[in-house]
């Protein structure tokens, strides 16, 4: 990134109020770039006052925007598409420097955001409504509606793609929309909000409010916002998930994760060990879906040499990004060193890795693969969000699936195998929503829907797919009758 981009992005850093910037609120945050340590400067934080302006901006403009019919709300996500497909560069540029990403991933971070803008360009199909005659000359339809001024909290780890999970489909139903991002990577969504208005999207309909805990329960206490989604760490989701629906609000919340792997003997050594080691390592482990724990069974010796050497080959602050913070860099090492002193085989330990002299300001862990780890120790239990993967040996799928199962998370589990038939008993015995057969990042692409089991999700439905339709809707019930039928009914 160049000295002038860096400074026109970080200049940029603030809220956006009715198509505006804005820097008013309570306090900032200084900002450092986990690549190399370089400021980017002050976060304004959000206050309740702000928020309140955000939510007023909001509602003045769904006041319009929900009166706009369907097929001319796309459009202009259409011209948000193309704009953001053709300045791709920018925004992965500007998500790489705050995040601590490659390039490459920052890229296919926002192109895999993106598709839920093509799913959103086709709700005239998806929101339609039924219609059936119910009674003799009584008809019954359905009609949907949008829900008013509703908002989305996200988390660091993808600044461009979990927003874009959320606002496509919840203005394309024709609500106004309040995006609270992640404190730590705030820049990525301001580009957003320029390339919405640039769109032709009106002033008001999206917005972002900058902050922390407290902006988001100025949004949650707030009376004015119907609904929120949410994404990021368990123990957050479930405190919003129950602050928000106290106060009367549709929440849907997707927290943390722990997926599980299992490698049956007659896996392909290769295919394993590329998948597991891009899976483990790709954006530095700091993803839901990342490969965490790997259960070989029975005779895995060949394959677990094979992923080693693989994750040997990854190499910190040059194919793999930064860490976000020297916080979270820290409670990774604090994983390692736990496992080490507990007796566990750290087969590739990436505490000190060897980073370019630019980079020495900033946060790596290498890729690390932990050997004869038992079940239920904090590496196998616990989320780490870096580039470590755990491995258990176990005698059988059963034993490895009752492990799986006894994790409070379950986002996503997969495993590699050549036989159908095991393949399939896994996939009916494991508890997660999101299933890899011989696949390392089980992501479910539109029309499926995003969305994990147990304590990786609060609320019904999945974030994106035909679920968002319904969770960004609330749908009217019309029963008509035009003409007195000849017989009459209780219905008449
Ligand atoms: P986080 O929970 O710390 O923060 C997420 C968002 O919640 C941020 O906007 C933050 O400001 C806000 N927040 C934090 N604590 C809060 C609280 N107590 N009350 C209200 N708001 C709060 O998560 P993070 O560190 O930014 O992101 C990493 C986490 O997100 C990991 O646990 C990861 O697994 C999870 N994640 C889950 C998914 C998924 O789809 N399930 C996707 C991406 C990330």
């Not at 602050?243 to 896996?267: E, F, Q, W, Y």
């Not at 034993?399 to 050549?418: D, F, K, M, Q, V």
């Not at 011989?438 to 829907?449: A, K």
């Not at 029963?479 to 219905?491: D, E, L, R």
């Amino acid at each position: 990134m160049s000295s002038a981009t860096v400074s026109a992005v970080t200049s940029a850093l603030g809220h956006w109020i009715a198509g505006q910037a804005s820097t008013a609120g309570g306090g900032t945050l200084s900002l450092r770039s986990p690549v190399d340590g370089a400021s980017l400067g002050q976060l304004p934080l959000a206050d309740a006052s702000v928020v309140d302006a955000a939510v007023r901006s909001a509602a003045d403009a769904f006041a319009k925007w929900n009166k706009v019919p369907v097929k001319d709300r796309v459009q202009v996500l259409y011209k948000f598409k193309e704009i953001a497909q053709r300045r791709l560069p920018e925004l992965a540029t500007c998500v790489s420097r705050e995040n601590g990403k490659t390039g490459d991933e920052a890229a296919a971070g926002v192109l895999r955001g993106l598709e839920v803008v093509e799913f959103a360009c086709g709700l005239p199909a998806l929101m339609g409504g039924e219609i059936m005659e119910v009674s003799t000359g009584v008809d019954c339809y359905t009609r949907r509606y949008p829900l008013g001024v509703v908002a989305g909290i996200t988390p660091f780890n993808f600044p461009a793609m979990v927003p874009l999970w959320m606002f496509p489909m919840a203005i394309g139903c024709g609500n106004a929309f309040i995006l609270k991002p992640s404190e730590q990577t705030p820049a990525s969504p301001l580009i957003l909000a320029a390339w919405l208005k640039e769109a032709g999207l009106p002033d008001g309909v999206f917005n972002i409010v900058q902050g922390g805990r407290s902006t988001v329960e100025s949004l949650l206490d707030h009376p004015g916002i119907a609904a929120a989604a949410f994404v990021g760490s368990t123990p957050a989701a479930k405190a919003v998930f129950l602050r928000g629906t106290v106060a009367g609000k549709r929440m849907l919340t997707l927290g943390g994760a722990k997926n599980h792997v299992v490698i049956l003997p007659d896996a392909d050594p290769v295919l394993v060990a590329k998948n597991l080691t891009a899976s483990a390592t790709g954006c530095a482990g700091q993803r839901c879906m990342a490969a965490s724990v790997a259960m070989g069974v029975g005779d895995c010796d060949g394959i677990i040499e094979a992923i080693a050497a693989e994750m040997r080959t990854v190499r910190a602050g040059y194919d793999m990004g930064a860490i976000i913070s020297s916080t979270a860099r820290d409670r990774i090492l604090g994983f390692i060193d736990a496992a080490e002193t507990s007796g566990a085989q750290l087969l590739v330990d990436g505490r000190r890795p060897e980073l370019p002299s630019a980079k020495q300001g900033g946060n790596y862990v290498g890729a690390t693969l932990i050997d004869r780890l038992v079940p239920g120790s904090a590496p196998v239990k616990e989320e780490i969000f870096g580039p470590v993967l755990s491995i258990l040996r176990v005698g059988s799928l059963d034993e490895a699936l009752a492990i799986e199962n006894a994790s409070e998370y379950g986002n996503a589990a997969a495993i590699y195998t050549g036989s159908g038939a095991a393949a399939r008993y896994f996939e009916q015995h494991a508890s997660a929503g999101m299933i890899g057969i011989n696949i390392g990042v089980p992501v479910p692409r539109d029309p499926f829907g995003f969305g994990g089991w147990n304590a990786s999700k609060f609320g019904t439905g999945d974030i994106t797919g035909r679920d968002a339709v319904g969770f960004w809707t609330q749908t009217k019930k019309t029963t008509v009758k035009w003409s007195a039928p000849a017989t009459s009914n209780w219905m008449s």
